[in-house]
């Protein structure tokens, strides 16, 4: 069964609007999530490290002050599209990985969020 | 800069026929690598993982190692049509997230 939980799986909203994204890890802890996303036929670009309990890393060329991510529990992840606009609309997509002190086990991935912003 | 290399396709392969899916990457330091399956519009599922050279065995599925080379690869026996999907190699080095490239797309043919 899934490990990770994302939602919501679809979301449309206005330009100008806020969208927020939940990704909760399943029967484990999570110190570090990390978040994707994906454009029509191109690959998966990580967009921040989420830290439990810190500020989120962020990849070059990624607005911190745009997408906020806050992760509050061992569990629990979000990120927040601020101020949207149509080309942030994409495939959004939460990972973790179920052992976080073995480094070589595998990040599972939720749904992802599809959203749409008009 | 970390790079992960795949032939993009479509690869296409007869249903029944063995599908091999091949990657290179960069970072010397990667430890653990893994294989991924990602259907159009839905996000990557698992599929097998390997850490040392040499063949790992998986039901159909088989991922070979060579560090040296720097080289990955996932075979795929018996190829069906629900396995048509895109491919998605994934080195790891220590706590790091997973750099994907482009993925190669199967198409199996019934």
């Known amino acids: 069964g899934a490990v990770v939980s994302q939602h919501p799986s679809r979301v449309i909203c206005k330009s100008g609007t806020s969208v927020k994204i939940e990704c909760r890890s399943l029967?484990?802890?999570?110190?570090?999530m990390f978040w994707y996303r994906q454009f029509p036929k191109q690959s998966l670009m990580l967009m921040a490290t989420?830290?439990?309990?810190?500020?989120?890393?962020?990849e070059q060329g990624v607005e911190k002050d745009k997408f906020l991510i806050n992760h509050a529990s061992l569990t629990l992840s979000t990120l927040t599209v601020t101020s949207a606009h149509p080309e942030d609309s994409s495939f959004y997509i939460c990972?973790?990985?179920?052992?976080?002190?073995?480094?070589?086990?595998?990040?599972?991935f939720g749904n992802g969020t599809r959203l749409t912003v008009t | 800069q970390k790079e992960v290399e795949q032939n993009s396709g479509p690869l296409s392969v007869p249903e029944g026929a063995i599908a091999s899916l091949n990657c290179t990457y960069s970072?010397?330091?990667?430890?653990?690598f893994f294989w991924y399956r990602q259907y159009s519009g839905k996000s990557p599922e698992l599929i097998m993982f390997?850490?040392?050279?040499g063949d790992k065995e998986d039901g159909r599925f088989t991922a070979q190692l060579n560090k040296a080379s720097q080289y990955v690869s996932l075979l795929i026996r018996d190829s069906q049509p629900s396995d048509s999907a895109t491919y998605l190699c994934a080195p790891r080095a220590g706590n790091t997230p997973l750099v994907f490239g482009k993925g190669t797309r199967l198409s199996v043919i019934a």
């Open positions: 970072d010397r330091g990667s430890q653990s």
């Open positions: 390997i850490y040392s050279n």
């Open positions: 989420s830290n439990e309990g810190s500020k989120a890393t962020y």
């Open positions: 029967d484990f802890q999570a110190t570090t």
């Open positions: 990972s973790a990985s179920r052992a976080n002190r073995d480094y070589n086990s595998p990040l599972h």
